[in-house]
Protein backbone atom coordinates (compact mmCIF):
# COMPACT_ATOMS: atom_id res chain seq x y z
CA UNK A 1 0.00 0.00 0.00
CA UNK A 2 1.66 3.48 -1.19
CA UNK A 3 0.88 6.15 1.52
CA UNK A 4 0.11 9.64 0.20
CA UNK A 5 0.97 13.25 2.08
CA UNK A 6 -2.02 14.70 2.60
CA UNK A 7 -0.97 18.42 1.86
CA UNK A 8 1.15 17.58 -1.39
CA UNK A 9 -0.46 18.53 -4.80
CA UNK A 10 -0.40 16.56 -7.65
CA UNK A 11 2.59 16.69 -9.44
CA UNK A 12 4.74 18.28 -6.95
CA UNK A 13 6.82 14.44 -6.68
CA UNK A 14 7.28 15.59 -10.29
CA UNK A 15 8.23 18.99 -9.77
CA UNK A 16 10.96 17.68 -7.10
CA UNK A 17 12.80 15.53 -8.90
CA UNK A 18 12.58 17.85 -11.97
CA UNK A 19 14.44 20.55 -9.75
CA UNK A 20 17.06 18.24 -8.71
CA UNK A 21 17.76 16.93 -12.28
CA UNK A 22 18.67 20.43 -13.26
CA UNK A 23 20.61 21.32 -10.91
CA UNK A 24 22.74 18.19 -11.71
CA UNK A 25 22.99 18.44 -14.85
CA UNK A 26 23.96 22.28 -14.38
CA UNK A 27 26.37 20.81 -12.24
CA UNK A 28 27.94 18.43 -14.80
CA UNK A 29 27.60 20.75 -18.07
CA UNK A 30 30.06 23.20 -19.06
CA UNK A 31 28.44 27.15 -19.06
CA UNK A 32 28.57 28.07 -22.47
CA UNK A 33 31.44 30.94 -22.81
CA UNK A 34 32.36 32.40 -26.82
CA UNK A 35 36.40 32.43 -27.05
CA UNK A 36 37.84 35.07 -25.06
CA UNK A 37 41.55 36.13 -24.36
CA UNK A 38 40.54 38.31 -21.74
CA UNK A 39 39.37 34.73 -19.90
CA UNK A 40 42.68 33.61 -19.89
CA UNK A 41 43.70 35.99 -16.31
CA UNK A 42 43.66 34.51 -13.21
CA UNK A 43 40.52 31.69 -12.79
CA UNK A 44 38.94 33.05 -15.73
CA UNK A 45 36.19 35.60 -16.15
CA UNK A 46 34.06 36.38 -13.50
CA UNK A 47 30.53 35.88 -14.10
CA UNK A 48 28.75 38.63 -12.36
CA UNK A 49 24.81 37.99 -12.95
CA UNK A 50 21.87 35.80 -11.64
CA UNK A 51 19.53 34.47 -14.98
CA UNK A 52 18.11 36.58 -17.90
CA UNK A 53 16.09 38.94 -16.01
CA UNK A 54 19.21 40.49 -14.21
CA UNK A 55 20.87 40.85 -17.58
CA UNK A 56 18.13 42.33 -18.74
CA UNK A 57 18.18 45.01 -16.17
CA UNK A 58 22.00 45.86 -16.71
CA UNK A 59 23.26 43.15 -13.85
CA UNK A 60 20.73 45.50 -11.27
CA UNK A 61 18.85 42.64 -9.95
CA UNK A 62 19.85 42.15 -6.20
CA UNK A 63 16.97 44.65 -5.22
CA UNK A 64 14.65 44.16 -7.62
CA UNK A 65 12.55 41.45 -6.61
CA UNK A 66 10.64 39.19 -8.29
CA UNK A 67 8.51 36.47 -6.84
CA UNK A 68 8.87 34.43 -10.54
CA UNK A 69 12.29 34.88 -11.44
CA UNK A 70 14.87 32.76 -9.11
CA UNK A 71 17.38 34.83 -8.32
CA UNK A 72 20.87 32.40 -8.29
CA UNK A 73 22.85 34.50 -5.85
CA UNK A 74 20.91 35.78 -3.34
CA UNK A 75 18.47 33.57 -1.17
CA UNK A 76 16.80 36.46 0.56
CA UNK A 77 15.25 37.61 -3.12
CA UNK A 78 13.11 34.07 -2.42
CA UNK A 79 9.54 34.66 -2.02
CA UNK A 80 6.22 35.61 -2.81
CA UNK A 81 2.82 32.99 -2.66
CA UNK A 82 3.58 29.20 -1.06
CA UNK A 83 4.57 27.63 -4.81
CA UNK A 84 7.30 25.25 -5.65
CA UNK A 85 9.48 26.79 -8.72
CA UNK A 86 11.90 25.48 -10.64
CA UNK A 87 14.36 27.68 -12.50
CA UNK A 88 16.81 27.08 -16.05
CA UNK A 89 18.87 29.27 -17.63
CA UNK A 90 20.24 28.88 -20.99
CA UNK A 91 22.81 31.71 -22.95
CA UNK A 92 23.79 31.61 -26.67
CA UNK A 93 26.86 33.90 -27.41
CA UNK A 94 28.83 34.83 -30.36
CA UNK A 95 32.05 36.91 -29.85
CA UNK A 96 34.57 38.51 -32.28
CA UNK A 97 37.98 38.79 -30.48
CA UNK A 98 41.43 40.71 -31.77
CA UNK A 99 44.36 39.99 -30.47
CA UNK A 100 47.97 39.19 -31.07
CA UNK A 101 46.37 36.17 -33.09
CA UNK A 102 44.19 38.61 -35.32
CA UNK A 103 40.61 38.24 -35.41
CA UNK A 104 38.28 35.15 -34.98
CA UNK A 105 34.80 34.84 -34.17
CA UNK A 106 33.27 31.51 -32.35
CA UNK A 107 29.44 30.53 -31.04
CA UNK A 108 28.47 28.70 -28.01
CA UNK A 109 25.32 27.41 -26.26
CA UNK A 110 24.85 25.99 -23.10
CA UNK A 111 23.28 25.95 -19.49
CA UNK A 112 24.48 28.90 -17.21
CA UNK A 113 22.21 28.10 -13.93
CA UNK A 114 19.24 26.13 -12.25
CA UNK A 115 17.67 26.81 -9.42
CA UNK A 116 14.61 24.80 -7.30
CA UNK A 117 12.86 26.27 -4.15
CA UNK A 118 9.97 25.25 -2.19
CA UNK A 119 7.89 26.46 0.60
CA UNK A 120 8.15 25.30 4.71
CA UNK A 121 5.88 26.79 6.03
CA UNK A 122 4.63 31.06 7.04
CA UNK A 123 7.43 33.28 4.59
CA UNK A 124 10.00 30.27 4.48
CA UNK A 125 11.46 29.03 1.61
CA UNK A 126 14.51 26.58 1.26
CA UNK A 127 15.53 25.58 -2.09
CA UNK A 128 19.18 25.05 -4.24
CA UNK A 129 20.95 27.25 -6.94
CA UNK A 130 23.75 26.39 -9.12
CA UNK A 131 25.70 29.04 -10.63
CA UNK A 132 29.01 30.15 -12.48
CA UNK A 133 31.70 31.95 -10.48
CA UNK A 134 35.10 32.10 -13.25
CA UNK A 135 34.75 30.69 -16.84
CA UNK A 136 37.67 30.49 -19.08
CA UNK A 137 37.42 29.42 -23.09
CA UNK A 138 40.10 30.15 -25.34
CA UNK A 139 42.44 28.64 -27.58
CA UNK A 140 44.94 30.09 -30.01
CA UNK A 141 47.93 29.32 -32.73
CA UNK A 142 50.54 30.94 -33.23
CA UNK A 143 53.75 30.04 -36.01
CA UNK A 144 57.47 31.09 -35.74
CA UNK A 145 60.37 30.53 -38.50
CA UNK A 146 61.56 27.01 -37.95
CA UNK A 147 64.15 24.68 -40.16
CA UNK A 148 61.06 23.15 -41.52
CA UNK A 149 58.20 24.59 -41.81
CA UNK A 150 56.77 26.82 -39.17
CA UNK A 151 56.85 25.41 -35.79
CA UNK A 152 53.44 25.75 -34.58
CA UNK A 153 52.33 26.86 -30.65
CA UNK A 154 48.82 26.19 -29.56
CA UNK A 155 47.90 27.46 -26.31
CA UNK A 156 44.52 26.63 -24.82
CA UNK A 157 42.35 26.74 -21.53
CA UNK A 158 38.96 25.75 -20.73
CA UNK A 159 36.49 25.67 -17.53
CA UNK A 160 35.76 27.29 -14.77
CA UNK A 161 34.62 27.21 -11.25
CA UNK A 162 31.11 27.32 -9.67
CA UNK A 163 28.98 27.38 -6.94
CA UNK A 164 25.90 25.51 -5.10
CA UNK A 165 24.06 27.63 -2.58
CA UNK A 166 21.65 25.13 -0.37
CA UNK A 167 19.81 27.95 1.56
CA UNK A 168 16.75 29.12 3.14
CA UNK A 169 15.00 32.30 2.92
CA UNK A 170 12.96 34.04 6.22
CA UNK A 171 11.01 37.01 7.04
CA UNK A 172 12.19 38.89 9.71
CA UNK A 173 9.45 41.49 11.07
CA UNK A 174 7.28 42.67 8.37
CA UNK A 175 9.86 44.37 6.10
CA UNK A 176 13.27 42.34 6.42
CA UNK A 177 14.05 39.09 4.59
CA UNK A 178 17.17 37.34 5.62
CA UNK A 179 18.84 34.63 3.45
CA UNK A 180 21.22 32.16 4.68
CA UNK A 181 23.19 29.23 2.55
CA UNK A 182 25.84 27.02 2.77
CA UNK A 183 27.91 27.78 -0.26
CA UNK A 184 30.13 24.52 -1.71
CA UNK A 185 32.67 25.67 -4.31
CA UNK A 186 33.96 23.41 -7.17
CA UNK A 187 35.05 23.13 -10.63
CA UNK A 188 38.26 22.07 -13.22
CA UNK A 189 40.08 24.27 -14.90
CA UNK A 190 42.71 23.20 -17.74
CA UNK A 191 45.62 24.36 -19.10
CA UNK A 192 47.38 23.02 -22.26
CA UNK A 193 50.50 24.02 -24.36
CA UNK A 194 51.26 21.97 -28.00
CA UNK A 195 54.34 22.45 -30.12
CA UNK A 196 54.36 20.52 -33.42
CA UNK A 197 56.65 20.96 -36.48
CA UNK A 198 54.30 20.59 -39.46
CA UNK A 199 56.35 18.82 -42.27
CA UNK A 200 59.17 17.90 -40.20
CA UNK A 201 60.82 14.58 -40.43
CA UNK A 202 59.66 11.70 -38.70
CA UNK A 203 61.58 11.27 -35.56
CA UNK A 204 60.55 15.15 -35.12
CA UNK A 205 57.77 14.35 -32.45
CA UNK A 206 55.36 17.14 -31.04
CA UNK A 207 55.32 17.84 -27.83
CA UNK A 208 52.28 18.35 -25.20
CA UNK A 209 52.19 20.16 -22.00
CA UNK A 210 48.43 19.52 -20.16
CA UNK A 211 48.00 20.51 -16.43
CA UNK A 212 43.93 20.31 -15.34
CA UNK A 213 43.29 21.87 -11.90
CA UNK A 214 40.55 20.68 -9.53
CA UNK A 215 39.27 22.92 -7.09
CA UNK A 216 36.84 21.93 -4.31
CA UNK A 217 36.33 24.28 -0.60
CA UNK A 218 33.04 25.51 1.43
CA UNK A 219 32.26 28.55 2.19
CA UNK A 220 28.76 30.58 3.62
CA UNK A 221 26.15 32.65 2.39
CA UNK A 222 23.77 35.73 3.93
CA UNK A 223 21.86 38.13 2.18
CA UNK A 224 18.96 41.00 3.44
CA UNK A 225 16.53 42.89 1.57
CA UNK A 226 14.67 45.31 3.36
CA UNK A 227 11.36 46.86 1.77
CA UNK A 228 9.50 50.11 3.01
CA UNK A 229 7.05 51.33 0.47
CA UNK A 230 8.34 52.22 -2.75
CA UNK A 231 12.18 51.62 -1.99
CA UNK A 232 13.59 48.68 -1.21
CA UNK A 233 17.34 47.92 -0.79
CA UNK A 234 19.15 44.87 -0.05
CA UNK A 235 22.80 43.44 0.80
CA UNK A 236 24.37 40.07 -0.20
CA UNK A 237 27.79 38.60 1.53
CA UNK A 238 29.79 35.80 0.40
CA UNK A 239 32.47 34.71 2.79
CA UNK A 240 35.98 33.79 1.36
CA UNK A 241 36.84 30.36 0.62
CA UNK A 242 40.38 28.45 0.79
CA UNK A 243 39.59 25.28 -1.51
CA UNK A 244 41.30 22.53 -2.10
CA UNK A 245 43.15 22.44 -5.20
CA UNK A 246 44.32 18.79 -7.00
CA UNK A 247 46.68 19.09 -10.00
CA UNK A 248 47.17 16.78 -12.76
CA UNK A 249 50.03 17.38 -15.46
CA UNK A 250 50.29 15.26 -18.34
CA UNK A 251 53.59 15.77 -20.54
CA UNK A 252 53.48 13.72 -23.71
CA UNK A 253 56.06 13.22 -26.45
CA UNK A 254 54.62 12.53 -29.79
CA UNK A 255 52.10 9.25 -28.87
CA UNK A 256 54.25 8.16 -25.98
CA UNK A 257 53.43 9.50 -22.39
CA UNK A 258 56.56 10.66 -20.42
CA UNK A 259 55.21 11.99 -17.68
CA UNK A 260 51.40 11.69 -15.82
CA UNK A 261 51.06 12.23 -11.73
CA UNK A 262 48.15 13.83 -9.82
CA UNK A 263 49.02 15.89 -6.25
CA UNK A 264 47.45 18.11 -3.90
CA UNK A 265 48.67 21.65 -4.73
CA UNK A 266 50.46 22.91 -1.89
CA UNK A 267 50.33 26.63 -2.34
CA UNK A 268 47.47 29.15 -1.18
CA UNK A 269 44.41 29.31 -3.53
CA UNK A 270 41.88 31.49 -2.28
CA UNK A 271 38.44 33.06 -3.48
CA UNK A 272 37.98 36.47 -2.05
CA UNK A 273 34.93 38.26 -0.06
CA UNK A 274 32.17 39.17 -2.41
CA UNK A 275 29.69 42.28 -1.28
CA UNK A 276 26.73 43.29 -3.26
CA UNK A 277 24.48 46.51 -2.09
CA UNK A 278 21.45 47.21 -4.27
CA UNK A 279 18.94 50.26 -4.11
CA UNK A 280 15.46 49.83 -6.24
CA UNK A 281 12.46 52.66 -5.93
CA UNK A 282 9.14 51.53 -7.80
CA UNK A 283 7.24 54.54 -9.24
CA UNK A 284 3.41 53.23 -10.61
CA UNK A 285 4.17 50.69 -13.23
CA UNK A 286 7.76 50.69 -13.34
CA UNK A 287 11.07 49.60 -11.17
CA UNK A 288 14.37 51.27 -11.44
CA UNK A 289 17.16 49.36 -9.33
CA UNK A 290 21.22 50.43 -8.71
CA UNK A 291 23.51 47.80 -8.16
CA UNK A 292 27.31 47.51 -6.87
CA UNK A 293 28.76 44.32 -6.29
CA UNK A 294 32.72 44.50 -4.92
CA UNK A 295 35.47 41.08 -5.14
CA UNK A 296 38.01 41.64 -3.13
CA UNK A 297 40.66 39.41 -4.70
CA UNK A 298 43.83 42.30 -4.14
CA UNK A 299 44.04 40.62 -0.85
CA UNK A 300 43.61 36.91 -1.45
CA UNK A 301 46.77 34.59 -1.02
CA UNK A 302 47.82 32.91 -4.94
CA UNK A 303 49.95 30.55 -6.35
CA UNK A 304 53.13 31.88 -7.58
CA UNK A 305 51.75 32.29 -11.26
CA UNK A 306 49.51 34.83 -9.81
CA UNK A 307 51.49 36.90 -7.59
CA UNK A 308 50.97 40.49 -8.19
CA UNK A 309 48.62 39.54 -10.94
CA UNK A 310 44.80 40.12 -9.43
CA UNK A 311 42.95 43.19 -8.00
CA UNK A 312 39.81 44.44 -6.50
CA UNK A 313 37.36 43.74 -9.46
CA UNK A 314 34.42 45.44 -9.41
CA UNK A 315 30.98 46.24 -11.33
CA UNK A 316 28.31 48.91 -11.78
CA UNK A 317 24.71 48.30 -13.11
CA UNK A 318 21.42 50.14 -13.47
CA UNK A 319 18.35 48.79 -14.39
CA UNK A 320 14.58 49.33 -15.27
CA UNK A 321 11.16 47.15 -15.87
CA UNK A 322 8.19 47.90 -16.66
CA UNK A 323 4.99 45.72 -15.54
CA UNK A 324 1.87 46.94 -17.65
CA UNK A 325 -1.25 46.71 -15.90
CA UNK A 326 -3.30 43.77 -17.63
CA UNK A 327 -6.50 42.15 -16.49
CA UNK A 328 -6.16 37.92 -15.79
CA UNK A 329 -7.73 37.33 -19.57
CA UNK A 330 -6.04 39.66 -21.96
CA UNK A 331 -4.09 38.83 -24.72
CA UNK A 332 -0.66 37.99 -24.51
CA UNK A 333 0.87 41.23 -25.91
CA UNK A 334 -0.88 43.58 -23.15
CA UNK A 335 1.02 40.95 -20.53
CA UNK A 336 4.48 41.07 -21.34
CA UNK A 337 6.99 42.67 -19.10
CA UNK A 338 9.42 45.35 -20.94
CA UNK A 339 13.14 45.51 -19.05
CA UNK A 340 16.42 47.65 -20.04
CA UNK A 341 19.65 48.77 -18.40
CA UNK A 342 23.61 49.03 -18.69
CA UNK A 343 26.47 48.09 -16.64
CA UNK A 344 30.35 49.21 -16.61
CA UNK A 345 32.96 46.17 -15.02
CA UNK A 346 36.67 45.95 -14.08
CA UNK A 347 37.98 42.71 -14.16
CA UNK A 348 39.97 41.24 -11.56
CA UNK A 349 43.20 40.35 -13.08
CA UNK A 350 45.80 42.47 -15.17
CA UNK A 351 46.53 41.50 -18.65
CA UNK A 352 49.67 40.77 -19.97
CA UNK A 353 50.29 44.10 -20.57
CA UNK A 354 49.47 44.85 -16.73
CA UNK A 355 46.50 46.73 -17.60
CA UNK A 356 43.22 46.11 -16.01
CA UNK A 357 40.87 45.46 -18.70
CA UNK A 358 37.24 46.46 -18.58
CA UNK A 359 34.14 45.91 -20.24
CA UNK A 360 30.97 47.84 -20.92
CA UNK A 361 27.44 46.30 -21.69
CA UNK A 362 24.12 47.48 -23.05
CA UNK A 363 20.89 45.28 -22.39
CA UNK A 364 17.38 44.94 -22.71
CA UNK A 365 14.60 41.98 -22.85
CA UNK A 366 10.82 40.92 -22.18
CA UNK A 367 9.10 38.51 -19.60
CA UNK A 368 6.73 36.31 -21.36
CA UNK A 369 4.45 35.13 -18.70
CA UNK A 370 2.57 31.87 -18.82
CA UNK A 371 0.77 29.29 -16.87
CA UNK A 372 -2.03 31.83 -16.01
CA UNK A 373 1.02 34.36 -15.07
CA UNK A 374 2.52 32.46 -12.03
CA UNK A 375 5.57 30.77 -14.20
CA UNK A 376 7.18 32.89 -17.16
CA UNK A 377 10.23 32.58 -19.87
CA UNK A 378 12.62 35.17 -19.50
CA UNK A 379 14.92 36.68 -22.47
CA UNK A 380 17.18 39.18 -22.55
CA UNK A 381 19.84 40.48 -24.89
CA UNK A 382 23.26 41.73 -24.50
CA UNK A 383 25.50 44.08 -26.66
CA UNK A 384 28.85 44.37 -24.75
CA UNK A 385 32.38 45.90 -25.75
CA UNK A 386 35.63 44.16 -23.44
CA UNK A 387 39.47 45.25 -23.90
CA UNK A 388 42.48 46.53 -22.21
CA UNK A 389 44.54 49.14 -23.12
CA UNK A 390 45.82 49.44 -26.78
CA UNK A 391 48.85 48.14 -26.18
CA UNK A 392 47.60 44.76 -25.76
CA UNK A 393 45.89 44.84 -28.74
CA UNK A 394 43.15 42.78 -26.73
CA UNK A 395 39.73 43.61 -27.79
CA UNK A 396 36.11 41.81 -27.97
CA UNK A 397 32.71 42.63 -28.90
CA UNK A 398 30.24 40.23 -28.08
CA UNK A 399 26.04 39.43 -28.56
CA UNK A 400 24.15 37.01 -26.08
CA UNK A 401 20.74 35.66 -26.12
CA UNK A 402 19.87 34.75 -22.36
CA UNK A 403 17.32 32.75 -21.87
CA UNK A 404 15.44 31.83 -18.52
CA UNK A 405 12.69 29.56 -17.33
CA UNK A 406 10.96 29.33 -14.06
CA UNK A 407 7.79 27.36 -13.81
CA UNK A 408 5.69 27.12 -10.98
CA UNK A 409 3.48 24.46 -8.56
CA UNK A 410 1.19 25.36 -6.09
CA UNK A 411 2.39 24.06 -2.91
CA UNK A 412 -0.74 23.39 -0.76
CA UNK A 413 -3.89 21.10 -2.24
CA UNK A 414 -5.98 23.77 -0.57
CA UNK A 415 -4.30 26.50 -2.44
CA UNK A 416 -4.45 24.79 -5.56
CA UNK A 417 -8.11 24.87 -5.30
CA UNK A 418 -8.23 28.34 -4.50
CA UNK A 419 -6.60 29.10 -7.78
Not at 32 to 47: D, E, I, K, T
Not at 264 to 283: A, H, S, V
Not at 406 to 416: L, M, T, V
Request: aromatic share 12%.
Amino acid sequence: MRMKIKYLPNGLESVFKVGFALAAIFINTPTAMAHSPLSLLGYGLQQESSGARAWAMGTASLAAPDSLSLHLFAPALWSGAKIARVGLSLDFNHTTAQDNSGYRGSDEAGFSGAAFVIPLGFDIFAGIAAAPLTRMNYEYTTGQPGIWNPMQITQEGIGGISQVLLGVSFLVGGQLRLGVAARPIFGKISYLQKIEFPGAPSETYASTLTYSDRYKGFGAHISGMWQSGEWTSALSLNTPVRPEVERRTNLRFGSATDFDTTTRQPDKYELPWDIGIGLGKTFKEHLFSSELAWHNWKAVDTPPELNGRLRDGWRIGLGWEWKPYHQPLDPLHRTLIYRGGTYYQKYYALSRGGWQPARFGLTGGIGIPYFHSKSRCDLALELAWSGADRSDAVFERSVALKIAFNHSEIWFAKAREKH
